[in-house]
Structure formats: C-alpha cells, structure tokens
C-alpha cells in the first residue's frame, strides 16, 4: 500500500512559484516529523526542509527564504511552498517520515525558461 504520495510538481520558469503536497495514507504520520528531500540528475539526494509534529521547521542552506514547509493535520498532508525558483531547484522532490523508510514516489520539478 502506497503510504505517501507527492504531487504539484511541473515545468516552471525562474523565479516562478510552485506548492507541492505530500499526502499521507495514515495519521500516523501526524504524530511524525516528515522531510522533503531533492535529487537532480547525478547528484546525491539531499534534505531541502523538515517539520516536526509540533510545527517546528528546519531548511537547508540553499533554500532558506524561498521554501517553506508546513502541515495540514486534519488534511494529513505535508506542503513545500516554493518561492523565486532557479534552475538549480531541478530535481525530484520526495517526502519522506523522518527516521523510516516510509518515502513517496516522487514528482519533477524542472525549473527553465
């Protein structure tokens, strides 16, 4: 069974906006701290922004003041706004329950004029 599912991905041009969602099969990953990570072509996923249960957030480097990463319990859905976006932003963009295994299949971003 599919636990996490990602969508909101698309083609967008540099400094567009997009929203992505992650929705959750279970609440129990209500009770979870959930991430989004991002991988390009060639390169190593990495961690983009996490929330914990209570709301707290947490952004890498690259991304602070353009992202945000918020929850909808009653929704159990996870969203990364995403702000002023560059090529370098290109990727596929997963959520992930911290600390399991529990990951979505993915949705492109592709950020181009």
């Known amino acids: 069974q599919v636990q996490l599912v990602e969508s909101g991905g698309g083609l967008v041009q540099p400094g567009g906006s997009l929203r992505l969602s992650c929705a959750a099969a279970?609440?129990?990953?209500?009770?979870?701290?959930m991430g989004w990570y991002r991988q390009a072509p060639g390169k190593q996923r990495e961690l983009v922004a996490t929330i914990s249960s209570s709301g707290s957030t947490n952004y890498a480097d690259p991304v602070k003041g353009r992202f945000t990463i918020s929850r909808d319990k009653a929704k159990k859905t996870v969203y990364l706004q995403m702000n002023s976006l560059r090529p370098e932003d290109t990727a596929v963009y997963y959520c992930?329950?911290?600390?399991?295994?529990?990951w979505g299949q993915g949705t492109q971003v592709t950020v181009s004029s």
């Open positions: 279970r609440s129990f990953f209500n009770t979870r701290a």
């Open positions: 992930n329950a911290v600390g399991t295994d529990f």
